[in-house]
């Protein structure tokens, strides 16, 4: 047994140890996810069906569940190297301010402009978009971070880039649609007139702020309206749980390295991509039988797909113009309460993460919104890092089972996953300073009355 | 010779290769800076005059000019451990964008939540504070970033922290004044009427958006109407820029690791502290005859201190309460129109920064807010960060020595300081996006009527 090392406060991995290829959990899991269904004809989406709107070589990686491994291209490392590695931090000042045996980990994903883990994916998927000789992207964004990580990527790539925005993040957020114009991005409020799927929300729900499910169809309807452009989307999909993979990748090869191994890895879920990017190489190992680990999902009490939706083949939007997939969801009619938390307003999950959860492999739980900045405070205070409010529900549960452990004196290994900063998010946090912060949980009835909505699909 | 090693896009220190000292380059400058003046007796103010103001240590590092190193305490060294080190970054994408045969790299001190530089000196100042049994601490803030690291800084260490901001930025970043809240600190816009200073500056100037000099005396005196409150300072002094060493230390041990030398170094200069902490070890070269440097401090138009300004004794403040220090000023009476850059609308120079530009050791020049903008914005789309707009300043005149090597082919090695982010400064990239940006350079008659202010100081 070798003397444990001295851990230090942030571990960088050099370049030449950053990872070279993505890893795909589905290609180690006996059961795969179900596959995504044409919505007319209920059959397995091809290849074919899905040109139209994405780019071909993502398509590829959508449907793939066979290869564990994909090659980077170089071009997408070189722009990682931008702004990765990210750093693993040690919270050493937390520990001691909880007073806590647990020693807790977190990789921090909030230090490049668009604050956020999103920029992984933007530029692979600007990047395959550009390589097809496209013209430039649609696509939706919630608290913001999505679009200002695919308008960075589409600026450096010289791709355009049209962000529909939900539109409460819109009004509550004016600065993140000046980060996007800086880059060149065009920004529109959704639901918005300029798409008939928009025109159709607004008429059924005058007054809506909106949702993640509204703007995916008004993205998806732009694409299709403009020679030349695809849609790209931050989360959900497969190919953006990829993409993030290097997250976790990174982190593990970090641990690995000062022999580190976590027992409990906590993410905040919202479409699933940051959480299953995360645990992506822990749960290869737990897949393969190698090791055990606790995975925790943690989602907003405000819009609980996991802990209280059903699993079931939905669609992935409002306006029901995508393909069905299998997850866990409240109904893509659910349009979740105004929270701050907008990149966690999403009705849906993930289907690889959707089917770990099923398979008992992942627990999940859901926090309210004032308990969320009570934690994201007392975090900013000794940790120095302005946590964004999605990040904070990772935040919330990770000092949960750090207080847990000093009950029981347990020296746990708790790693969470920090993915943001809450820059754009001071709108949030001066409500909570102001003690104007609301929680809102959806009561039964209207969680039945959006898995009412589901599709009726007898397979 | 060996041969030249690859150079990472991003360079970070291990922990163990972190400086341990700041240095102090008074120690090594033939030709010291003037004392500060007692504004009465107009003798060198002793220890004991600047006690009721400063805390102790701080005022033995402002008065010493022999000690040419100090050690950092072991809890600042804790804290630096949470943000620093900083990364040394090459410019590969932006010298690709411009064409240029220079080799670009900077120090970027953005990644952090105060977004700044200001961390480095605030975390020091409050550990002394904290250390002499004081129950908080009085300050000004102009962009927004000093506040917010004494904010922190204080909240990490259970001081009180009273800041008062700037008007004119007060009103164009109202979530900066969130994020000082979050970690609990007061924040009161200046000038305001909760001086005595600040109500004779409000009636001699009404409707005036205030400066960095009116905020000074405001915070001087509310420190002095509280039992236990010192004030303190994010730039200007000398023991600011003592703390700040640690840019150009890290930077320069980064540099020497992988055997690069620097021809030009920049940076932009408000107070002169970021400047004169990113020269601080390269000057000391250049002081000692080893080796020689362009250092060119980048100031605004509307603000030229160094080069429009007059080197003379002047008061540090518009309030005229502080004592008096010889630098280059264009008169503490005088309002530079408002600007974008408020971290820059200060009307002095740090004392020993004053001292080596009279002696030749420094360049200086002014530049434009709107090219200032179009560099950050350039920088932006291809760096992937988006810069404040202090650290604009020394982009922009990093690419136009960039792009004269292009010109001449010659092979430089330049070095600026990218101080900070600009995710607080979208209010001025709003109006850059929508052309609506002006410029402002103060006429001849407005510089005279700033320096016909002076004291009359025959010494």
Redesign the interface.
Same mark, same amino acid.
Do not use: H
């Given at each position: 047994m070798s003397e444990e090392k001295i851990i230090?406060?942030?571990i960088?991995l050099?370049?030449s140890e950053m990872p070279r290829q993505w890893y795909n959990m589905r290609a180690d899991m006996k059961n795969k996810p179900a596959p995504l269904l044409n919505k007319d004809t209920l059959k397995p989406i091809t290849f074919e069906e899905l040109q139209p709107v994405f780019c071909d070589e993502l398509i590829k990686q959508e449907l793939d569940e066979d290869t564990a491994y994909f090659d980077i291209p170089q071009e997408i490392l070189d722009?990682y190297?931008?702004?990765r590695p990210a750093p693993l931090v040690r919270a050493y000042?937390l520990e001691k301010a909880l007073g806590t045996p647990a020693k807790i980990y977190y990789k921090f994903e909030g230090? !490049? %402009?668009s604050?956020s883990h999103k920029?992984n994916s933007a530029i692979a998927q600007a990047y395959y978009a550009k390589n097809q000789g496209l013209k430039g992207v649609t696509t939706e964004t919630g608290a913001g971070q999505w679009g200002t990580a695919l308008s960075?990527a589409s600026?450096?790539l010289g791709l355009d880039c049209n962000v529909y925005m939900v539109k409460c993040s819109y009004e509550q957020k004016? #600065?993140r649609r000046?980060?996007m +114009? %800086?880059?060149?991005a065009s920004v529109t409020p959704s639901p918005s007139t300029t798409t008939e799927v928009g025109k159709r929300i607004l008429e059924a729900h005058p007054g809506t702020t909106g949702s993640l499910g509204c703007a995916i169809s008004e993205a998806i309807e732009a694409a299709g309206n403009k020679e030349g452009y695809r849609y790209v989307l931050g989360s959900v999909l497969n190919q953006v749980m990829l993409h993030q993979s290097i997250i976790g990748l990174e982190t593990k090869a970090a641990m690995d390295k000062y022999g580190i191994d976590p027992d409990i890895i906590i993410g905040c879920a919202g479409g699933g991509s940051n959480l299953g990017g995360l645990i992506a190489p822990f749960m290869r190992e737990k897949l393969l039988g190698n090791k055990d680990y606790r995975f925790i999902a943690v989602e907003p009490a405000s819009c609980p797909t996991l802990t209280r939706g059903k699993y079931a083949y939905d669609y992935c939007d409002t306006g029901m113009v995508c393909p069905l997939s299998k997850m866990y969801t409240l109904g893509s009619g659910f349009i979740p309460s105004s929270s701050h938390a907008g990149g966690l307003r999403y009705h849906g999950m993930n289907s690889t993460l959707s089917q770990l959860y099923a398979d008992g492999y992942m627990e999940a739980t859901s926090v309210e919104q004032t308990s969320v900045f009570e934690a994201a405070?007392r975090f900013? +205070?000794?940790?120095?890092?302005?946590p964004a409010p999605e990040s904070s529900h990772a935040i919330k549960v990770a000092i949960d089972e750090a207080l847990k452990c000093k009950e029981t004196g347990e020296e746990k290994t708790i790693l969470f996953g920090l993915t943001g %900063?809450g820059? #754009?998010d001071? #709108?949030a946090?001066?409500r909570? !300073?102001d003690g104007e912060m609301s929680d809102y949980i959806p009561t039964d009835e209207e969680i039945a009355a959006g898995l009412a909505g589901l599709p009726k699909i007898d397979l």
């Open positions: 230090p406060y942030k960088y050099e370049e722009f190297k931008m702004y000042c230090n !490049n %402009t604050g920029l960075m600026s450096y004016p #600065f000046e980060v +114009r %800086t880059y060149g405070q900013a +205070r000794v940790e120095g890092i302005l %900063t820059y #754009f001071m #709108f946090y001066q909570f !300073n």
